[in-house]
Structures are given as C-alpha cells and as structure tokens.
C-alpha cells in the first residue's frame, strides 16, 4: 500500500512505455489520493479518536462496497450505448480476461500457500487477498490519469475494464466465500452426527 504511489507509475511506464501517454506525477498523486491518504486518515483518526474510529469501522465495509458498486455502476452506465452500438464486440473479451485474471489469482493465492504447508484459514485468506485486487482504484485512476488526454466518453471508456474487474472480483471472492462457509457447514455437521 505504501509503495503503490511510486510503484504504479513506475509499473506503468515500463509495462505501456510511450505508447499511452500518462502523466507519471498525475498518477503518482491520484494513487497516493486515492490509497495513501485513506490510510493516512484511518490511522490518524484510530490514534486520536478510537471511540469513533470503532464505530466508523462497523458501517465502513459496507460504505466501501456499496462507493464502489456506484463507481462501477456508473462507469458501466456511461458506457451503456457504446457497447449497444458495437462496442460490445470487446465485452466478451474484456469479461473472459478479467475471469481468467482473478480466477488465476484466487486459485494461486490458495495453492500457493498449500504448497508451502500454511493452514487451509492462511490459504483461503490469501487466495481471498490475491483474487480481489483492487479493481476499483483501476477505474479512479484510469478516470483521472486520462482526463487530461481524452474526452469524456473517452475516459469513459478507458475506466471500463476496471469496472468490470471490480464487479467481477466482488462476485466471484463472495461465490468463493460462500462455498468456504457451505463447505465447513457440512463438516461441523458431520462431526456433530458422528
């Protein structure tokens, strides 16, 4: 989290070089807005006001997931017309990318782990951690960094596949969830019949 203000732009110059036009000190303070100073806050606000940081933290998960299905909501909305009319060529593509990049990552985040003996708790809170990357700040900063280069249907556009991802991640980590509790469900049942 800390290193993600230098590391994205630095990823993201290596990765696209020249062929996108991105401003590495644009995106180097939307990432830090947009990771760095959330934290900043919640640690300050943990320090001096615990009181209010443990109330705060019981509405947060919630707050956060429904911010985020706003964000993606409306970058999907924005783009409505452009897959009707065509654009929509691209969505199977960008869908079957964005299952294969989290279903790769929930599956590694889970035998990875295994493979090197941590519980099955340390497996699946990793696979949990590796499958749900943060989606959502791919939309805030796609929004941002291409603001300066594009239109508004544009940036639009280009904040599309992040939506996607983060709408994608929020399924599949909830689906994965759920089979976990099912799963352990099953076996406390067994252990208290037998």
Same mark, same amino acid.
Request: glycine letters at 10%; a positive charge.
């Given at each position: 989290?800390?290193?993600?203000?230098?590391?994205?732009?630095?990823?993201v110059?290596?990765?696209?070089?020249?062929s996108?036009?991105?401003?590495?000190?644009?995106?180097? %303070?939307?990432?830090?807005?947009?990771? #760095?100073?959330p934290?900043v806050? &919640?640690? =300050? !606000?943990?320090?001096? @006001?615990?009181? +209010?940081?443990?109330?705060?933290?019981?509405? %947060?998960?919630?707050?956060?997931?429904l #911010?985020?299905a706003?964000?993606c &909501?409306? =970058? !999907?909305?924005?783009? @409505?017309?452009? +897959?009707?009319?065509g654009?929509?060529?691209?969505?199977?593509?960008?869908?079957?990318?964005?299952?294969?990049?989290?279903?790769?990552?929930f599956?590694?985040?889970?035998?990875?782990?295994?493979?090197?003996?941590?519980?099955?708790?340390?497996?699946?809170t990793?696979?949990?951690?590796?499958?749900m990357q943060?989606?959502?700040?791919?939309?805030?900063?796609a929004?941002?960094c291409?603001?300066?280069?594009?239109?508004g249907?544009?940036?639009s556009?280009?904040?599309?596949?992040?939506?996607?991802?983060?709408?994608?991640?929020?399924?599949?980590?909830?689906?994965?969830?759920?089979?976990?509790?099912f799963?352990?469900?099953?076996?406390?049942?067994?252990?208290?019949s037998?």
């Amino acid at each position: 989290t800390m290193l993600a203000s230098v590391m994205t732009p630095l990823l993201v110059k290596l990765l696209v070089g020249n062929s996108v036009s991105v401003s590495g000190v644009g995106l180097a %303070a939307a990432t830090a807005k947009v990771v #760095l100073l959330p934290v900043v806050l &919640g640690m =300050v !606000v943990n320090a001096k @006001a615990p009181r +209010l940081s443990r109330v705060v933290s019981r509405f %947060a998960p919630f707050g956060s997931c429904l #911010l985020v299905a706003l964000i993606c &909501g409306g =970058v !999907v909305a924005e783009n @409505a017309s452009c +897959l009707a009319l065509g654009g929509g060529n691209y969505l199977g593509t960008i869908l079957a990318s964005v299952f294969a990049l989290h279903s790769v990552g929930f599956l590694a985040g889970y035998l990875v782990p295994k493979g090197c003996g941590f519980s099955e708790k340390t497996a699946r809170t990793v696979s949990i951690e590796t499958g749900m990357q943060n989606s959502a700040l791919a939309v805030v900063l796609a929004k941002s960094c291409s603001a300066a280069v594009g239109t508004g249907a544009e940036i639009s556009l280009v904040a599309l596949p992040g939506a996607l991802s983060a709408t994608m991640h929020s399924c599949l980590g909830s689906i994965l969830a759920a089979y976990w509790r099912f799963q352990d469900s099953q076996k406390e049942t067994k252990s208290l019949s037998s």
